[in-house]
């Protein structure tokens, strides 16, 4: 039987970023039909209940209903760590970071974790991430079991270095190659799950260990690729001497085959035209980490400018760097970068960078991201007036985007009024 989910609803036509919020299609009354796992209509909610009278009513009031969020770049392992004081990136990745992945080789802790994760992440309305597991297979295999437990459409990759990290998280050029294939083959398009294939970043990779992975992207070509880009100008300039060879951080990965379509690169606050220009001719993806971005420091991401260019731009929480598991309180920090750079961004472009936009970057805005028939049904339904300061200032709005506003600015795992994963209602801890 069906299920008909009633309430406001919000969906897109259109990409915000260019097009501006007319891309948007909003309905005070609208509804979304859901069976075997897909959106089967989204429509006026009077109309969807005449036309399909045996269908399950959930009468969902003034909350919102959207596609669930997609957070396009995170690392699990780092969940028990979040919100750590007081260092930036390289100190941090050696004070909190490496210690703590050091751990995820114990198939026991890193199912634990992963536990921990999704519980967090779906009680904040996000049903899609897109994660770094740590050199460990246990955690690649602790992933994917968890999320397939769930039902979830989830991307996942062991993480490769070979240089630069302790000794208990190195492998080499020839294991990280091997490993990350075994890994592959065994979850890449088991039901929603999908590979991806994850050299950290420049620092912690030889070039022989990029090529490997250049050479497996090769050979799986329908595969993502992800790592970090230029979060940090002593990163950056780490990097320069590392590869001293290079044009730039950019061409580290190019001139491996670690550069066209389907590859995700997370921060990249600091490119060069050169960079910017590969990036948009590739149809390469960039991962905006607002919050990740402010709290160890890094700077402030062109999300406007990026999108403009025509590069796909997704949103992220990049746990555990970010300070939240929160795609609205990303969505915030978003709007405060914006401010900084003189590019404020409009709700309606802030709630498609954490839906559509990240689906976009990781290539499956076909799949996931909106409410449109044949998509599948991961839906969240945010409730408007979630807190009582939320609330008063909502009661005041004279369109959807002032009321959805304050929840985008204040809002946290109180706004989630519902989950549905796979056309399934999820279980939210409390």
Excluded at 46 to 69: C, M, N, T, W
Aim: hydrophobic share 40%; proline share 5%; glycine share 8%.
């Amino acid at each position: 039987m069906a299920d008909l989910l009633l309430g406001q609803t919000l969906a897109f036509a259109g990409d915000p970023m260019t097009e501006g919020p007319e891309a948007a299609r909003h309905s005070a009354r609208g509804g979304v039909l859901v069976d075997a796992g897909k959106i089967i209509a989204v429509g006026e909610a009077d109309d969807l209940r005449r036309s399909h009278p045996e269908a399950r009513v959930h009468d969902y009031g003034q909350a919102l209903i959207s596609a669930g969020f997609v957070d396009a770049h995170v690392h699990y392992p780092q969940t028990a760590m979040i919100a750590s004081w007081g260092k930036r990136l390289i100190d941090w990745l050696n004070s909190y970071t490496f210690p703590e992945e050091m751990k995820f080789a114990d198939k026991a802790y890193a199912s634990e974790i992963a536990n921990r994760y999704f519980d967090l992440t779906l009680a904040n309305g996000t049903t899609t991430v897109c994660s770094y597991a740590t050199i460990h297979p246990e955690s690649v295999d602790a992933f994917f079991e968890t999320a397939q437990a769930r039902g979830l459409r989830a991307y996942a990759g062991k993480t490769c270095m070979d240089r630069n990290a302790p000794e208990g998280l190195r492998d080499t050029p020839q294991t990280g190659y091997d490993q990350s294939k075994a890994l592959l083959e065994k979850w890449h398009g088991q039901d929603r799950l999908s590979y991806v294939i994850t050299p950290r970043f420049s620092p912690t990779s030889t070039p022989e260990q990029l090529m490997a992975m250049g050479a497996l992207w090769r050979e799986y070509p329908d595969c993502l690729m992800q790592t970090h880009l230029s979060e940090q100008t002593d990163e950056v300039e780490w990097v320069k001497s590392l590869f001293p060879q290079s044009r730039d951080y950019l061409d580290t990965y190019e001139v491996q085959g670690l550069l066209r379509e389907g590859a995700l690169f997370g921060h990249a606050i600091y490119l060069t035209e050169r960079e910017i220009a590969r990036i948009r001719e590739t149809g390469a993806a960039l991962v905006h980490c607002p919050t990740s971005n402010t709290f160890i420091g890094s700077g402030l991401f062109p999300t406007m400018a990026m999108a403009q260019k025509g590069i796909r731009v997704g949103l992220a929480t990049d746990t555990g760097g970010g300070s939240s598991f929160s795609m609205l309180r990303t969505m915030a920090a978003a709007y405060e970068v914006g401010q900084l750079r003189g590019t404020p961004l409009h709700p309606s472009q802030l709630w498609w960078l954490a839906t559509q936009g990240s689906a976009r970057a990781l290539r499956a805005d076909h799949l996931i991201g909106n409410l449109a028939q044949g998509m599948e049904a991961d839906i969240v339904v945010i409730d408007l007036a979630s807190t009582p300061a939320i609330s008063q200032r909502s009661a005041r709005a004279k369109d959807i985007w002032e009321a959805l506003f304050p929840t985008i600015m204040m809002g946290d795992d109180r706004s989630t009024k519902a989950v549905w994963v796979g056309g399934k209602p999820a279980a939210l801890q409390p």
